[in-house]
């Protein structure tokens, strides 16, 4: 516990390293200097346009993408006592995606592009609903987490039903896009959609900190949780709809970026242990870190071309996991 | 439970013994406050124990369940901080008093020495005076003991009666679920036998230890005898299971 604040601020740093390189880097390099002083608002125009109107809002977008995928994943494995738990485990991807990929494939998307965001988050949104109400149904009065992982295994096994049901009706662009949506993609970026983001991830944030020491306790056992002094069944209440929440605005803003809500928190767990007070910030914050190298590896590989952002996170995720894994069986 | 009426005093220790399915466990969770009772009422100073928030309901009444398993390893020192839990608001941090409490907690149940190992690097019977120390963290008046025992060595048996012993003499009302009759007996105040829900016999360990209802409730012959000594508790009733003549 002595070491939290340290710990917390040496990822801060992090962070911003990791935005500096972020914005630097792209079809036109920003150099240090360049970048400073665009920023302090005496740089040439270009650099201007391209810094405030381009690089900014996107390396915003993946860093609160990032964040609220560390911070739910690590929630849902708190939640679910289950350290496989992931942000899109419970069916809130999946009933994104349906969202998306209807308003794709039937063409509003080209109409509207807002629909894009707003279908996903109402798919999301009725994910979770359908979810949390098949949980309840099943397990009166006190929300069986196991019964939760199998309702929302079972549910988004329907929703990839439906995708695939939707995308076998596309038209090859329409599928084209739906594909690439789905694989995770940052490129829509701008302020706006990044503001709503922030505002809201910050009441589910807020939520789940607030419940670092209750997760410490929840994953003793309920059993231990509740003699402890924890009221358990709102605690699991608030951290499954705060959760999905953060990964519904996340998922309506960057499409399934995976990986990231699984490896960071674990990465943090093998590092410094499992004390949510601890945990939770700290898997914010490395979320944040890493999406932004992500995308930033995502926007250079091919350039002027991309690579989904989702492809990324994967091919240099499971890599370091790996790594981190066989360190942590030699200690 | 039909008919089982008992209190815990404080500076008491009361042990509940009885066959496997007698419903110790269910004795357990009906005074902890996890089942609320059918009938009759559980209370707590005379206030009914459902009408308590959980938080009050952990300021009083500390629990150690038979057994616990996490997916993710802590630390002797994270555990028992957990006992803490009760005491603090969801944004307040642990303070200098917490983690005094915390530290005589560990003393007290002789784990300090393994404060910042891992929990899953402790034998069994450390590990059963982790969890003690983690509820005697929440510095709660009244602490229930759901076989604590079970598993455990000679010696780790007899440290962790000793220390219900200690707790006891320093004003803890103290409850022990336990399978161990002659421990019972050498160490509880009062002792408690259930069968099939319902209180057979209750009162000192003189009383309640009688050939005839243990033989009843066991279902198995058996003798009581006087402990040999030495020690204070000499004399103190200990039950013989008989065994059967070979054919």
New interface residues.
Partial sequence: ?THTPRRLALLALGVVAALGLSVSFGASGIGPGDLWRTLSGSGDPTTQAILFQLRLPRAALAALVGGALGLSGCTF?ALL???LAEPYVLGVSGGAAVGAVAVVVTGIGVVLPWTLPLGAFLGALAAMALVLEVARRASPGRMDTRILILSGVIIGAFFNAAILLLLSMADVESFRSAIFWMMGNLSGADWGSTGLLALLLVPGALAVL??A??F??L???E??A???????QRVKLTAYLAASLMVAAAVAAGGVIGFVGLIVPHAV?LAW???HRLLLPASFLAGTAFLLLADTVARLVVAPAELPTGVVTAVAGVPFFVALLLRGGRR | MRGVSLSISPGTLLAVVGPNGAGKTTLMKLL?G?LPPQEGDVTLNDRPLSGL???E???A???V?QS????????VR??V???R??H?G??ER?GARDRTVVDHAMARCAVAEFADRQLSELSGGERQRARIA?ALA?EAPVLLLDEPTAGLDLRYRMELFHLLRQLRAAGLGVLVITHDLNLAARFADRLMLLDRGRALARGTPDEVLARASLEAVYQWPLRVVAHPGPGSDTGAPQTVPLRRDDP
Avoid: C, K
Avoid at chain 1, 226 to 232: D, H, P, R
Avoid at chain 2, 68 to 75: G, H, M, Q
């Fill in positions: 516990m494995q006592r289950n350290p607030s419940l020491r209750a410490n306790l994953s003793r056992g059993e231990v509740f003699y402890l002094g924890a009221s358990v767990r242990g499992n004390d | 902890s996890s928030a959980d938080r309901r952990a300021l009444i500390a629990v369940p616990e398993s996490s997916p993710f390893p802590v630390t994270e555990m901080g957990m006992g839990y009760a603090l969801p944004w642990s983690r929440q």
